[in-house]
């Protein structure tokens, strides 16, 4: 099983588990109706187009409605650390959501009691509180973008708010960046550093770089990093190392981008909706996917 | 018959609300939990001290929208600060990037995209707190000068990074520089 959480901008939306479907615009896990927007939406939108087209289990997905206020980040957490061990993912993707750090490591600590390790992927609010709580070993995959890998390099930093790197934000000093998030053990096992040069890194070196097709304007577009982290979640759900996961889904994500003649104006939905175009062409020549029902 | 005892769950915010009398900061901890927020009452560390004994410890990200509510219930804090001595001040260099018909504003790991003729916001991206979901919805299609703020509805720091680049794009489209 891949299962997937993260809150979802409905207030009041309560915790909802089950298998994902995508209905026009919408995802619709047990009666709930999610928009595929930023956040959390996308990130599942993207993983269950791979899903669909290698003909896979669909994902789980635990979400609740949060829109700031913390109390639907809390119920994941909580429902985590509880049924995390009953439910034994092989993939485990964390996505948006408050940034807790006691929960967090009460949920670290509940998954590494387990009898079987999930690969542990973290994204945006679980990302920054993987970080925070001194954990980010205990991953496998962060996908940040720039400002968020010098906020994994800062010792000090709980918030990407409050970097002391900022002044060395620019790209050209991502490399440096990543080498010091690595000292200071602040780095998952792989990092997939999104922007204009994709960075795949393992366990601190870079082992790959994805700069084509160069689409700036997906930078400005909402939800592009969110797809990203659903289609890496994926890829080694259908059994491609974590690596190769990772380069394959940044070519995606940026083909796609080029498919939908992106502008800054274009919203995640038009490039998700590329996807499996983007697969039928490419994915077999990359990947060595080349038909259904995962790695050849 | 048995007892089962649910472990409290431990909290560790980063942040701290500093007062400059004890009895603030019992008042603030009583309306922070009382609207639904995690606390608890610390002394800050030595370094700290600004002319308080106690201080409220928060979860940091949750600054703004904890900030918002102590001023709505009139409660005289002195500052909402990480707990860690030494981290700097919330960063203020914003960054700007040209795509011919629209520009995007990036404060720290927000960004806003308006179009350059109408000011209407087209995206906003980055981030990885609950609001900004929420945000982005709330500000797409909307102009800048009549957008929602997302330091008033929003909760989180990536909600104040994000306010931060919709004031700076407030300034560019009114025909201010560029930093």
Not at chain 1, 141 to 165: G, K, N, Q, S
Not at chain 2, 124 to 152: K, Q, Y
């Amino acid at each position: 099983m891949m299962l997937i959480t993260g809150t979802v901008p409905i207030k009041d939306m309560p915790l909802t588990f089950g298998t994902v479907r995508a209905e026009g615009d919408y995802l619709i896990v047990d009666g709930q109706r999610i928009p595929c927007n930023q956040g959390t939406g996308a990130m599942v939108s993207a993983a269950l187009a791979t899903t669909d087209y290698l003909k896979l289990e669909a994902p789980q997905v635990l979400m609740a409605g949060d829109i700031g206020e913390g109390r639907g980040s809390r119920e994941i957490y909580d429902y985590l650390i509880r049924n995390v061990a009953e439910l034994v993912p092989e993939v485990l993707a964390l996505h948006y959501w408050m940034p807790d750090i006691a929960r967090t490591r009460q949920l670290c600590a509940a998954i590494e009691n387990c009898a079987q390790r999930s690969v542990m992927i973290a994204d945006a609010g679980s990302m920054y509180s993987a970080k925070a709580a001194g954990l980010a070993t205990a991953f496998d995959i962060f996908t940040p973008d720039a400002a968020e890998v010098a906020f994994l390099a800062d010792p000090d930093a709980t918030h990407p708010a409050y970097i002391r790197f900022m002044v060395n934000t620019d790209e050209a000093n991502t490399p440096e960046l990543i080498k010091t998030a690595y000292e200071n053990k602040n780095a998952a096992r792989l990092l997939l550093v999104k922007g204009a040069i994709d960075y795949i890194v393992s366990n601190g070196e870079i082992v790959a770089t994805v700069n084509e097709p160069d689409v700036r304007a997906m930078e400005a577009i909402g939800g592009t990093g969110d797809t990203i982290t659903g289609l890496v979640s994926a890829f080694v759900y259908a059994g491609l190392e974590p690596h190769e996961a990772a380069i394959i889904a940044a070519r995606t994500n940026r083909m796609a981008g080029r498919f939908a003649e992106t502008t800054p104006a274009t919203r995640v939905g038009q490039v998700i909706a590329r996807f499996p175009e983007v697969f039928k062409k490419y994915l077999c020549e990359w990947s060595g996917v080349c038909a259904t029902g995962g790695v050849e | 018959m048995a007892f089962m005892k649910r472990k409290k769950v431990a909290f560790e915010g980063g942040g701290l609300v500093l007062v400059s009398e004890v009895h603030e900061a019992m008042l603030a901890e009583r309306i922070l939990k009382k609207a639904g927020y995690q606390v608890r009452l610390v002394a800050p560390p030595p370094e700290l001290r600004k002319g308080c004994d106690l201080a409220v410890e928060i979860n940091l990200v949750e600054k703004p929208g904890i900030e918002r509510i102590l001023s709505q219930n009139d409660v005289a804090y002195v500052e909402v600060m990480p707990f860690k001595v030494g981290t700097p001040e919330i960063l203020e260099i914003v960054r700007v990037t040209d795509f011919g018909e629209w520009v995007m504003v990036k404060a720290a790991n927000m960004k806003l995209t308006f179009e350059k003729k109408s000011g209407v916001i087209v995206n906003t991206s980055g981030g990885g707190c609950p609001d900004i979901p929420h945000l982005h919805a709330g500000l797409l299609g909307r102009p800048l000068a009549e957008a929602p703020r997302p330091g008033d509805i929003g909760y989180t720091l990536c909600a104040l990074m994000l306010d931060r680049a919709l004031e700076e794009s407030l300034t560019l489209h009114n025909g201010g520089e560029q930093p």
